[in-house]
Structures are given as structure tokens and as C-alpha cells.
């Protein structure tokens, strides 16, 4: 499928998707998984992060998907003592075997400029303890498999990946285990080895600081398992970036078979708001709609989004008979009243507007399908913008100006049509570039209606006389 088949196919499951069927999910073993193979797919989860349920949320989808690529090995999560109880039952219904292992501390996170995020990633070495499997293939929650990748377990003692042209990634990497490589690791480790970021991808790096030098890995055909140090082929570990610039799949070397996204935190592909500023996200979402679909999220979104519909319902009753103007806000004689400058007013509308698209984007449940987080927020920001509009006598068009020009940019981005990652950029630029005249001009229409308003409700309550008394630059109010 070329790529323009493949984004309209995407496009038609997004359809299918909020269509309704959004409760499915996979059916797991009813009890904790046993080793039942000679190797392994590993992935570690630990907790005191601001996003541990959307990594275990990854690490489920991940796993999973493995699981229907039909690996011929087991599926094990290296799981700290403090993982909830609940998903450790989950993740054994899964199928998935659970090692409970003590943090390891890290001592590079009393350097200065220590990125505290990294505190707990050196748990990922204790993949050298999974002793009973000859091989293991250690992994990031962040990976798509595109592909059964069983033949990296013929690789040798350690494997990896060098997305960058100095620096191998250990996103995915191949081990095998070793308890006597683990004792030596935590001793490097306690002595303050030569450590880049302080997370086990600078510890690792430092430790095989040879491996660039190594053989590319190609596996036997007779099935054997090969001795020493390799280089991965970059297919193993696609970086998404690469997708951003040419807005294709393939990589022109390697199998094409791991997908990964190696950017910022909260760019990661199951976040929401992600897509479409990353396009493959979408991919990771057919994944967990054929995994553990979303069913645990949907109450939620079900009553977020009656919420949304009651407060618009309720905000057009409200006011409707009632002078609407201020919010309840009347003019009074000076001595009855306290002085509210007209600009006073208008930053409290700008804060109100600049609130109503801010409250939806964290009200939104971070990991749902992009399109449904998307849809929850646009209705989100509309149902306020519709409480602004009637307690405050706006003017629709330009009130909603900036709601219109988010829905916009959403398509300029999604665009399924564009020739490379350059145009696309350019297009969205342009974009941005047309639609600022219109925002500015909205804010200016809002900030006129404001004026107006109080001109006229200066007319409403001081009667005909109030030109002579009233100054736009002072007016005397008082809440009711």
C-alpha cells in the first residue's frame, strides 16, 4: 500500500473508530503467565513520574501487539515493588510474566542539571538478571512493531541500534543475561562511571563504548545464535523523525520492522494531543484499538461530554429573560459603587476566553484516540466560548474565530496529500501566517462589543443624561 492509501486508510478507521466501536479489548490469561520459552521480549515500569498510568497504559498496547505478531517468546515486565497491585493482576491476565525487583538508586542524579524523569531508568539493568532466558530483547514502552522481529534473538552477548551516527539508542537492545555482567554493572554504576544524561542510555553507552566498531548483525539462516557484539540494522529502531521529513514508512536499509519515538515526554504517540503534530500516533491508536481498545477511558469521555452539552443548554436558559450583560454586574451612583475600569473588564474577558480553550486541553483523559480527544476538546472550548457569549452579549463570528482557527489548523496538518515533510511545514506556516489577521481582527471586534456594552448599560441605568456623566475610561459598578 503506497502512502496516500495508507493515510486514507487511517482516515477511515479514525471514522470507525468514533463511530462508536471504542469498548473492545484483548482477553488474557486468568492467571499469572510461567516461562515457557528459551527467550524473551522485557520492559521495565516503575512509578513517581506524572505519567506512570499512560506508560503502563504503552507498555500493555506494546506487549500486546506482540502478542499478535505471534512472537515465539515470553513477555515479562521488570516492575518495581511500588507498581499498583492492580495492574501487576492486569498485566498477568495479559499473559505477561511480572519480576518484582527493589529500585536501583542513581547516583548521577545529584549532579547538577540531573533530569529527574531519568531517576529510575538504571532498573532497566537488571534485564542481565533474567538468567533463565538466553536471550533477551530488552525494550522502551515508546516502540511499534510493524513486524515479528524473533530473529534478533540470534544476536549476540549485546545489540543495539545507532540512530544517531556516535550514539547507539537503547530503546531496543539485544542481551543475554548474565548475572556476573549485572554485579560488574552495578559496581560501574556505584563508581560513578562516565554517564552522559545519568540514564542508563548514557551508562549503557558508556559501558559498550565500543560497539560502533562491531559487525553489523545479519541473522544465520540455520538458526544458530551468534557470539559477541553487534550492530543492529536501522530498521530495528526507526526513529518517527524520519517519517516527519520524508512522510514514509521505509527506512532504505534494514527490515523496517520497530518503529520508534524517541522525542519529547509529552509528544509521545498516545497522548492525544500529539497527533497530528506526530502522524504515526495514529498507527500506535490502531494498535491499542486491537489490543486493550478503550473502554476504561469512555465513562469519562461519555460524561465530559454531557457535561459539555448541559453547560451550553443551561447557559442559553439561564440568560434568556434576564438583562445578560456583565454577569449580574449593575451599575450603581457613585457613592453605592466601586470603581471597575473598563480595561479592568476586558482583561477579565481575555482571561476568560484564553480559560475557555486552556480548562478543556487538561479535562481531556491524556491517552483516549486522538480523534475523540480532539472532538472532546473542541466541544469542551465551544461550551465555554457559548457561556461567554450569552453572559457577556459577544458577538459569535469573532468569539469563535480562534475555535474556527484551531479546527483549521488540525486539517492543514492532517492533510494526507502532501509530497514531503518540507511542504508540509511550509503549508502549515502558511496557514498560520493567513489566520493571524482574522484572530487579531476578532480580538478587536471582542474588545469593541465590550465597550459598547457598557456605553449602553451606562444609557440602561443613568437613563438619557448619563453622555454628560459618563467617562469610558471610569465606570462605577457593583456586583448584585
Known amino acids: 500500500m503506497d502512502r496516500m492509501s495508507a493515510q486514507m486508510a487511517r482516515l477511515a478507521f479514525c471514522i470507525f473508530l468514533v463511530a462508536g466501536i471504542c469498548f473492545s ?8 503467565a510461567k516461562q515457557s520459552s528459551k527467550n524473551a521480549y522485557a520492559t521495565m515500569m516503575y512509578m513517581g513520574t506524572p505519567r506512570d498510568y499512560e506508560f503502563y497504559v504503552a507498555i500493555r498496547v506494546m506487549l500486546l501487539s506482540l502478542i499478535r505478531l505471534k512472537v515465539d517468546a515470553d513477555l515479562l515486565v521488570i516492575a518495581s515493588k511500588d507498581v499498583p497491585q492492580n495492574w501487576i493482576r492486569t498485566l498477568h491476565e495479559d499473559g505477561v510474566i511480572v519480576k ?32 533463565d532466558y538466553e536471550r533477551v530483547v530488552m525494550l522502551d514502552a515508546d516502540n511499534l512493531f510493524l513486524q515479528n522481529t524473533d530473529e534478533l534473538f540470534q544476536c549476540g552477548q549485546f545489540c543495539a541500534t545507532f540512530i544517531n551516527p556516535c550514539l547507539f539508542h537503547t530503546g531496543l537492545f539485544v542481551l543475554q543475561p548474565s548475572e556476573k555482567v549485572f554485579r560488574r554493572m552495578l559496581h560501574e554504576v556505584s563508581s560513578l562511571r562516565s554517564n552522559r544524561d545519568g540514564a542508563d542510555q548514557g551508562f549503557l553507552v558508556s559501558y559498550f563504548d565500543d560497539l560502533l566498531d562491531r559487525p553489523m548483525f545479519h541473522p544465520p539462516v540455520n538458526g544458530s545464535k551468534l ?99 456583565l454577569s449580574k454586574l449593575c451599575l450603581m451612583k457613585p457613592e453605592q459603587g466601586f470603581l471597575l475600569y473598563p480595561n479592568s473588564l476586558k482583561l477579565l474577558v481575555l482571561t476568560c476566553m484564553v480559560g475557555s480553550y486552556l480548562l478543556p486541553f487538561f479535562l481531556v483523559p491524556r491517552t483516549v484516540h486522538p480523534v475523540i480527544g480532539w472532538g472532546l476538546y473542541l466541544l469542551g472550548s465551544m461550551s465555554f466560548g457559548v457561556v461567554l457569549k450569552n453572559a457577556f452579549l459577544l458577538p459569535a463570528l469573532p468569539l469563535f474565530t480562534p475555535w474556527l482557527g484551531i479546527f483549521g489548523s488540525l486539517i492543514a496538518m492532517a492533510f494526507p496529500f502532501y509530497s514531503n515533510g518540507i511542504v508540509r511545514a511550509l503549508s502549515v506556516g502558511a496557514y498560520a501566517f493567513l489566520a493571524a489577521p482574522f ?29 454628560s456623566k459618563f467617562e469610558p475610561q471610569s465606570l462605577l459598578m457593583k456586583v448584585c
Open 100 to 131: 518484582s525487583v527493589e529500585n536501583i538508586e542513581n547516583p548521577y542524579s545529584y549532579r547538577q542539571g540531573f533530569n529527574k524523569r531519568f531517576t529510575l531508568t538504571l532498573n532497566k539493568l537488571y534485564a542481565w538478571t533474567l538468567v
Open 227 to 325: 557470539d559477541g557484539l553487534y550492530r543492529l540494522p536501522l530498521g530495528y529502531q526507526m526513529d518517527a523523525s524520519y517519517f516527519y521529513l520524508k512522510l514514509k514508512w521505509r527506512v532504505p536499509c534494514g527490515p523496517n520492522s520497530v518503529i520508534t519515538f524517541p522525542s519529547a515526554p509529552w509528544l509521545k504517540p498516545w497522548y492525544w494531543w500529539s497527533w497530528p503534530v506526530l502522524p504515526l500516533g495514529l498507527s500506535w491508536h490502531e494498535q491499542r484499538f486491537q489490543t486493550i481498545g478503550y473502554g476504561a477511558e469512555m465513562p469519562l469521555i461519555l460524561l465530559e461530554s454531557l457535561f459539555y452539552l448541559v453547560t451550553m443548554a443551561v447557559s442559553i436558559i439561564a440568560f434568556k429573560g434576564f438583562h445578560p450583560s
Open 439 to 467: 484572530v487579531w481582527w476578532a480580538l478587536t471586534k471582542v474588545m469593541s462589543a465590550l465597550d459598547t456594552l457598557v456605553e449602553r448599560e451606562a444609557l440602561r441605568v443613568w437613563g438619557a443624561g448619563a453622555s
Open 25 to 32: 479489548g484483548a482477553n488474557g490469561a486468568a492467571s499469572p
